[in-house]
């Protein structure tokens, strides 16, 4: 098993910054993509941003120039940094890891980001 622990939600003005990070402990040697997820009421779960094990990144093009996901193997953490955030990234914001040979998914509890105009 995979355990997810986020930190770093809050309250920000637009236009504002926040970092997440995300620290996992179990089976890390075992871990290969890690990512993070963001849902709003009454919607999907969508994918924010996704780092290999290797580093590779890839983002929605809503985040586009303004996200930035990094990741530290050694520490089994990876982090979301959040510039120039708008109000429509507003969200429960969700830590991912994909693990073992199947590639199972293990979610964090969440964390709080709310943008305010």
């Known amino acids: 098993q995979v355990q997810l622990v986020e930190s770093g939600g809050g309250l920000v003005q637009a236009g504002g910054s926040l970092r997440l990070s995300c620290a996992a402990s179990?089976?890390?040697?075992?871990?290969?993509?890690m990512a993070w997820y963001r849902q709003t009421p009454g919607k999907s779960r969508e994918l924010v941003a996704k780092?290999?094990?290797?580093?590779?990144?890839n983002y929605a093009d809503s985040v586009k120039g303004r996200f930035t996901i990094s990741r530290d193997n050694a520490k089994n953490t990876v982090s979301l940094q959040m510039n120039s955030l708008k109000t429509e990234d507003t969200a429960v914001y969700y830590c991912?890891?994909?693990?073992?040979?199947?590639?199972?998914?293990?979610w964090g509890q969440g964390t709080q980001v709310t943008v305010s105009p």
């Open positions: 991912n890891a994909q693990w073992g040979v199947a590639d199972i998914g293990s």
């Open positions: 179990g089976r890390v040697s075992s871990i290969n993509g």
């Open positions: 780092v290999t094990k290797g580093g590779s990144a």
